[in-house]
């Protein structure tokens, strides 16, 4: 039988934070340590080693000398885990690992290669300091290449596979319908449809959604626009992501899309989640400031299940909280959720922020809601998100009923 090796890629976790906190010397007498440890580890078993990108480095050893000394990967671990002295300074670093076997998967080198950074970027994106690569995440891996490549064309295209549709926020005191919330939809070429979570996660990871949420932008401001000139009155609330209000331009082109379509700021709401308003906060804050100041109005959504602490709420500069939809689905059969929904939109009426409560399913859910004087609900109760034109006939009906 030929000879059976074991790749391993290794990822130096938050390299980049040492270099700006401690700077690019400390930085790189880091990765010089790291390169010792692993050709210490690999030289011992009769392996090759190289360094094949910023902080990424592979080592290549014969599974068999591995077993005999049974010094394999979790050995390899925790000797890179122990501590370094750099400079005098005592460094802790954390790394992904990802791993690929030769030949059971795969022969030639681009494939291995390809693999073994599959499994590296896999246990950099679980949070698992080790992940081996698994028969079949190739395909999927290509998958997603693909889809990325369908998307960038879906956005540059415009041709209708993406789509906005809008959800109808009630009023409760004055029973009108004063908001929707924008929803992204898309409809590939082949009819087949893609859930909005997994293609936005993808937009994500891959810096791609600084594009989508620019177009995504530009239609709803546009729609805000063409309803005003029908003189239908709405606000529309966007979904932006942290990577959005990081962004340098995010706020100019926000600016410069108002001014084109002649939309008042004050018809856009931006909803965040709390994950992404947490993930940078002073940068974040600030860039949400900026946005205020031109009269934007912010929404934090999602309220209740993230790491929101009642201190860091009172520091944001929000206007409005979305209650999340797992405390109202059921709100009129859970006393349970009834104390918190009643404590939070006092506590956020108290705070000056209305209140909007989404996933409103039932009539019940509703009256409870306005005895506890809810601003706004949204819901499959009073209608699923949809497109602008059946929004607008929903709209007539709805005011025909009321």
Known sequence: TSAEYTLVAIDIKGLRHIN??????IGDDCLKAVACRISEFSDELGGFHARIGGDEFLTVFPTAAAREQKSGIVGLMAQ???CYTIQTLKINLRFSAGIVQYPTQGIASDDLMRRVLIAVESAANTQESIHYYQNGEDEAHLERLIMLDELKQAISDDDGQLFMTYQPKLHMKTQKIDKVE?????QRKDGSWVNPELFIDLAEQSGLIVELTGWVVNTVVAQVADWQSKNINLQAAINVSAQDIAFPGFHAALVRTLKKYKVDPKLITIELTERDMIENEEKGIKALENLKAIGVKISLDDYGVGQTSLGRLKMLPIDELKLDKCFILKLDESQKDQFIVQSSIT???QLGFSVVAEGVETLGSLN????????????YYLSRPLKAELLEEWLEEYYEKN
């Open 20 to 25: 700006d906190k401690l700077g690019p010397r």
């Open 80 to 82: 890179l885990q122990a």
């Open 182 to 186: 924008s929803l992204i939809r898309w």
């Open 347 to 349: 506590l956020g009426h």
């Open 368 to 379: 409870l809601l306005k005895s506890m004087q809810c601003d706004h609900a949204q819901g």
